[in-house]
């Protein structure tokens, strides 16, 4: 009927595999909202469907992509899982509590939201906010970054995407609401743009898990095509944050290989035309790497290449990931880097380290060595 994954489809798309079985619209609604509210995979649990349209619907794969392989959980809260997709593939996407000491721009980029009524969680509740990988591996190479050390298996699909937020929010305490997504786990969300976009249509939409787009962060190194692309197709109503770890292109050549393909000036000019709602600010992503971009003058730089542009910065002491041949600035280094870009009145804030005995920090998602596969099973239904 379909060759799109239960998970992946839209109602709409439902509702014409549906009509083939010769079940009314309201079907399509139905399961939509099964899957994607209430986070459940299992057609024997829809109760409100007959038996036969249930029975269909597990014959014809309605089941989740992933299932849970390990649970990991760090003394801060955080909790990593990694996901078996059947070939044998893993992914990993990560939970992370916000405390009052998270101190980081994603919680910032949530503060800018707090006038947006019903999104504030009750102050004895805890947010949480999930990242989710986006690619099996990646294909960017950025030298500090264990996903990009590892290369690209494959982009995952939409169903695949949302599926990590459907399973996680099974493992949030009593106390905790999932309030944030960060696209920033294992993967470019841009450089398979179509996939993520349909992620976030569904992740949005009303009559599933509904999050509001503002509460959602999409982390790219700088593809400038995508980066159009999301701020025409979203009205830049989606957050963006950018991993720029270099004010200049001879160091962002460095790290970060795709500034051969978008130099720093295009990037820059792509994010002055982003589609920013008022009030809303690009989060700028930097990781302090000892000796190769965290000196006084780098910090100088950066603040020249950000003039004009509404942005917080978000510095992340580099996380240690093995044979990488870098090393994280020291906390003095960072410091002094941080109070000056704070002292050209910028929001600067330094990423506190989350998760780290659970390899779950920023840039530490990585795939175990031999897990890459390149194809994928696709749901016959
Ligand atoms: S930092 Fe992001 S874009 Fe760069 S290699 Fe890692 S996952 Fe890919």
């Not at 720029?244 to 795709?258: F, G, N, Q, W």
């Amino acid at each position: 009927m379909s060759d799109l994954h239960p998970v992946g489809r839209f109602p709409e798309e439902w509702t014409a595999a549906l009509a083939a079985l010769g079940e009314p619209k309201y079907r399509a609604t139905q399961i939509f909202r099964w899957i994607h509210r209430r986070g459940e995979l299992e057609a024997a649990k829809m109760t409100d469907l007959p038996l036969a349209l249930r029975e269909r619907l597990a014959q014809d794969g309605l089941t989740s992509p992933f299932e849970v392989v390990e649970v990991h959980r760090a003394k801060d809260g955080t909790r990593k899982l990694v996901l078996g997709m059947p070939s044998g593939g893993r992914i990993e996407c990560v939970l992370i509590p916000m405390t009052p000491l998270s101190g980081d721009a994603d919680l910032a980029a949530a503060s800018d939201d707090d006038d947006e009524p019903g999104l504030v969680a009750p102050s004895e509740r805890t947010r949480v906010t999930l990242c989710v990988s986006t690619q099996f591996g990646c294909a960017m190479g950025c030298v500090f970054c264990a996903s990009g050390r590892a290369g690209l298996g494959r982009g995952l699909g939409a169903d695949e995407i949302v599926s990590q937020v459907i399973i996680a929010r099974r493992y949030l305490e009593p106390n905790e609401d999932l309030t944030n997504l960060v696209f920033m786990g294992m993967g470019e969300p841009l450089h398979h743009y179509d996939e993520t976009a349909r992620a976030l249509r569904l992740l949005t939409h009303p009559e599933g898990t509904g999050m509001s787009p503002r509460r959602i962060t999409v982390s790219t190194v700088g593809l400038v095509p995508g980066l159009k692309k999301l701020g025409a197709d979203f009205a830049g109503k989606v957050g963006l944050a950018v991993s720029l770890h270099a004010p200049d292109d001879v160091t962002r050549d460095r790290i970060v290989p795709m500034n051969k393909r978008y130099p720093l000036n295009e990037l820059i000019a792509a994010l002055k035309s982003y589609p920013l709602p008022r009030r809303r600010r690009i989060t700028i992503e930097y990781t302090l790497i000892d000796g190769v971009n965290d000196t006084d003058a780098h910090a100088d730089r950066l603040v020249r290449v950000l003039s004009g542009l509404p942005v917080k910065v978000n510095l992340i002491p580099m996380n240690p990931v093995e044979g990488s041949g870098f090393q994280a600035s020291p906390p003095e280094r960072v410091d002094a880097f941080q109070a000056r870009v704070a002292g050209y009145g910028y929001s600067c804030f330094v990423r506190a380290r989350r998760g780290d005995e659970v390899s779950a920090a920023c840039g530490q998602l990585a795939l175990a060595p031999g897990l890459i596969e390149l194809g994928r099973s696709r749901a016959p239904l």
